[in-house]
């Protein structure tokens, strides 16, 4: 592609033709202010938040979507420019609910920050605000639009990356409010939960519903026995939320956290993803040797399986019947353990730390209740955990690393992995290999799998079979591979499918990423190497080595997929319409 | 939101509609330039309204969400997602009516009826709805239901001709 020379702010620069000012602004050194930008997912240029002065322009232009050319002058600090700027976020801030010091995102607001950096004054045009109401229909997602700033972003992304498309524009001018088809509730659409618009909301406009205190209330109560687990990406997440770099490590860190809230059990939600390779792993074996339905595809996802029903009803026999590594998880603890603790699981409660919203509509499934009490009982975000420690007064930064409790803290790095796209996959691949072999791969690093793209295929020869497997992230990728399903297109045996693109290092509870951030740094990429790391450096790598879970099929169990298993480890699915 | 006005007014879509949006719809997806908006005018031609059993078959044809076409059809103002009434009562808002006291007439109307401008009952047989100038501001405030026109009313006048027609 031809370089071109433009000038910003009189600093000479050669980009690639048709980079955006904005982009180009950037190679110089130089941050333009944005609102409704998205890098490659909301590039509409509408919130003239960007805007800029280009010389011989009639007018300024929006930095974000305008290509530069041949010789081009740039202003992007010039007094219209910062006037512009200014009254444009004054007049969002005029019909902006300015609840700022109880909001959820105080401190961590695009709006906010822009009015600090624009010297906004925060009452210049006050007047009349758009009639807004809360939706609150659903488990996992709260929307107030008063708080909203029409960017789109949640949009963008519901339709782009997850191809769910519920939410959009309606009415029109000084009406015009994000929302469902018909003004329908969120809980009565295809929505999947999967909380893609909640890290991409500059705002506080939409956010998890909320557990906290509840979560708080069982600690206090005596007569609780509580156990706390927290998902693989979650220690790649939760540093983040105290300052320190993407994708830092914080494991041990957590777990002095959570011991310190007063948890009776501190646990780690890989076990269950230990377990489900070993009930996932005999599941595909079983299908593949007595021909059963292939190829079979993952079910640790909550939204994604959502998806499935509400938009392959027909295709659900392709799902594993295994719960998530979530409800795996509370299952094991609310009879194996209670039996072990000689607890009534009635006063077990136990909690998941997780990267998502999905599993707060998930443990609320039929089919989830294994001792006849609901597997899960409360599920808190990253930022939900983050917040509880604040609130305690633990200084995060300072805890010594500690370990985990015993036994369902003890984990494999393929349990590990689950935290990122490929990860299910190359874990069962680690067990399945072996089982089908008899013999250890001949490298437990299934590389073809690991990385970011949104699709991902192999071939692996097992002893003699060919696998082919796919891996997909994101549910736009995950329809076009379910397209091919349906079609009787894909030749896989084995489809791995994560609703979030990246997989759960990049979920909707994870910590939220200003724009700024998202744009100019891989934030999926940098969490998702910090959990390969800590695998590549664990002695325990296979999910049927953990010797936790060997005690539990001994102990409990029997077999993987025996009776027993696949009535506390097993669930299964509902057809849903799509409207 | 609170100007969006969803219909209550049950579905009553013949087979012959059905038949006749899904070949215009395949018209339309079949031409150089498919929009979901030229859908939703031809639908509306059809159908007098868009209810949800429609943008339905919009979305499905047009490849596009629902949300994307309910945007649209509640973008633009040609677009009503109510049917008109067996009886539809329309007042003029035009400026003769409008000084003349027609904002009145709409409000008694209103509360004669028990809905609001825009609206449709429930079963279908009434509607209101505010015009802009009818053409005859001689006869200023007017009203039309359906055919008929009313001219020079007052508020004293509504309950009379609303009961005319309730007991029709």
């Known amino acids: 592609m031809a370089l071109v020379n433009v000038k910003i702010n009189n600093i ?56 530069v050319n041949e010789g081009m002058e740039v202003f ?28 959820v995102r105080n401190n961590n607001c695009e709006l906010q920050k822009l009015s600090l950096e624009l010297g906004c004054s925060s009452h210049k045009y006050d007047g009349v605000k758009t009639e807004s109401h809360i939706d609150a229909s659903t488990p996992y997602l709260i929307r107030d639009n008063s708080k909203c700033v029409l960017c789109r972003r949640c949009v963008a992304v519901c339709k782009e990356y997850q191809s769910v498309a519920v939410i959009g524009a309606n009415s029109r001018g000084f009406d015009t409010h994000i929302a469902c088809a018909f003004e329908s509730p969120l809980a009565n659409t295809a929505c999947v939960g999967c909380g893609q ?47 320190m770099p993407i994708g830092t490590n914080v494991e041990g860190k957590m777990v002095a956290a959570l011991r310190r809230l007063g948890f009776d059990d501190v646990f780690d939600v890989n076990f269950g993803a230990d377990l489900t390779i070993m009930e996932e792993g005999a599941e595909f074996i079983s299908r593949l040797k007595n021909g059963g339905t292939l190829p079979m595809i993952t079910s640790c996802s909550p939204a994604w399986v959502k998806f499935c029903e509400h938009n392959f009803p027909d295709q659900l026999d392709h799902l594993s019947t295994c719960k998530s590594p979530q409800q795996m998880f509370g299952a094991v603890c609310k009879t194996y353990y209670a039996q072990k603790l000689g607890i009534d699981p009635k006063d077990i409660v136990v909690v998941s730390i997780m990267p998502c919203t999905a599993k707060k509509f998930e443990k609320g499934r039929a089919d989830q209740s294994a001792a006849g009490v609901p597997d899960i009982d409360y599920s808190l975000t990253v930022r939900e955990l983050a917040k509880m420690i604040k609130s305690a007064g633990i200084i995060f930064e300072e805890l010594p690393d500690e370990q985990w409790d015993a036994p369902l803290g003890m984990f494999s790095g393929a349990g590990l992995i689950f935290g990122a796209t490929g990860g299910v996959m190359e874990a069962a691949l680690r067990t399945v ?136 480890l097993h669930t299964s699915y509902v057809p849903r319409n799509r409207y | 939101m609170s100007r969006i006005k969803l219909t209550t007014v049950a579905f009553r879509g013949t087979e012959e509609q059905e038949k006749q949006l899904r070949n215009t719809l395949m018209e339309i997806r079949n031409s150089d330039h498919p929009s979901v908006m030229t859908a939703l005018q031809q639908a509306q031609a059809i159908y007098g309204y868009l209810p949800i059993e429609v943008q339905q078959i919009i ?69 209101i709805g505010s015009t802009r100038c009818v053409g005859c501001c001689g006869l200023a405030p007017v009203m039309t239901v359906n055919k008929d026109v009313y001219g020079k009313l007052t508020v004293k006048d509504i309950p009379d001709i609303v009961a005319k027609y309730k007991a029709l």
């Open chain 1, 12 to 67: 000479p620069v050669q980009v690639e033709e048709g980079t955006t000012i904005l982009e180009a602004a950037r190679q110089a050194g130089i941050k333009i202010p944005t609102l409704c930008y998205l890098k490659g997912v909301n590039e509409i240029g509408a919130c003239r938040v960007c805007v800029c002065e280009v010389k011989g322009a009639r007018s300024l232009v929006a930095a974000c979507v305008y290509p």
């Open chain 2, 59 to 127: 979305a499905d044809y047009m490849g596009v969400s629902l949300e994307e076409v309910f945007g649209v059809a509640t973008f633009y103002s040609q677009f009503t997602l109510n049917p008109k009434g067996e009886y539809a009562f329309g007042v003029c808002l035009g400026t003769a009516c409008y000084v003349k006291g027609s904002g009145d007439i709409v409000a008694k109307l209103e509360e004669c009826l028990g809905m609001k401008d825009g609206e449709t009952s429930s079963d279908g047989k009434f509607s």
């Open chain 1, 197 to 243: 618009c909640i890290v991409a909301c500059p705002v506080g406009a939409l956010h998890e519903v909320e557990e906290i205190d509840q979560v708080n209330a069982a600690i206090a109560d005596p007569k609780k026995h509580v156990i706390v687990a927290a998902a693989p990406s979650v220690r790649v997440g939760l540093g983040e939320e105290f300052g």
């Open chain 1, 433 to 568: 290999y072996e089982a089908l072999t008899g013999k250890e791969a001949p490298s437990l690093d299934f590389t073809e799998v690991r990385g970011t793209e949104g699709i991902k295929e192999a071939t692996y020869d097992i002893g003699g079979t060919k696998v082919k497997v796919c891996v997909a992230s994101g549910l736009a990728n995950a329809r076009k591979i379910m397209q091919d399903v349906r079609e009787g297109k894909a030749d896989y045996q084995f489809i791995e499918i994560m609703s979030c693109p990246g997989g759960c290092v990049n979920g909707g509870g994870q910590p939220i990423k200003s724009a700024f951030v998202r744009n100019n740094y891989d934030v999926k990429k940098l969490r998702a190497a910090s959990i390969y790391a800590q695998d590549k450096g664990m002695k325990l790598r296979k999910s049927h080595e953990n010797p936790a879970i060997k005690e539990l099929y001994k102990e409990f169990l029997g077999e993987p997929n025996s009776h027993k298993a696949h009535e506390i």
């Open chain 1, 76 to 103: 992007t600090n010039t007094k219209a420019v910062k006037d512009s700027r200014k009254a444009t976020v004054e007049l969002l801030l005029s019909n902006h609910n300015q609840d700022c010091l109880s909001c």
